[in-house]
């Protein structure tokens, strides 16, 4: 009971969030500005403000990062404490998403031959490389390096026989838990978690918590 007591404000108001979740890199915001889902209050500063997750980053697609814009997404980016993510389209991307300084990559690998050798060269950056909703994409697990993590994602995962298709990976591969989010009220993984207790996966953490408390 003292000890309760005698918590910093700050951690005990963390403590008792009920939407607090571990981790969340995959979240979209204004700058990936061709994608139609993103609506223009899911901006940096909403999803910094809002602050679900415990360890925080933003990954916009990198076709829309390129030149003086990716400048811009870090500095605003870091500016509020958050990773800098991106996500790449296949392998059409890596090379140009290789050269730029993010945190970690969410990954668009579709069962083809370069799509798994551009998951080798953003490996090659020694950044972590998650696989985004693999079964949407129709990834071969087989043929995915075992150093990749795999997504399970709240947007997609409902949409497949997630216990069929992910049960026979479980020990290949670690996994992460991700959002997805274009919109504010996507800022959740309530159905992803559910499935990662039910596969009995364990969710890997990539990185120290970003959020240390509300503001
Ligand atoms: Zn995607
Ligand atoms: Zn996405």
Redesign the pocket.
Known sequence: MENKNHAPAAEHETQQAPNLVAQDL?I?TTYSSGDSAVLPQQTVAFVARFRHARILGI?DHVEYLTGKTFTRYEREVRSHGLLVGT?VNGAEWTSEAAQLEFDYY?YHCRDRREDYLGAEELLSTDKPVIL?HPMVLDTNLDKVPPRCLIEINNRYIWRDDWRARLSPYRDRFRFVIGS?AHQPHWLNQNIARRVAAELGVEETLLFPATVLSRV
């Open positions: 995959h979209h990954s996500e969410i985004a997805d």
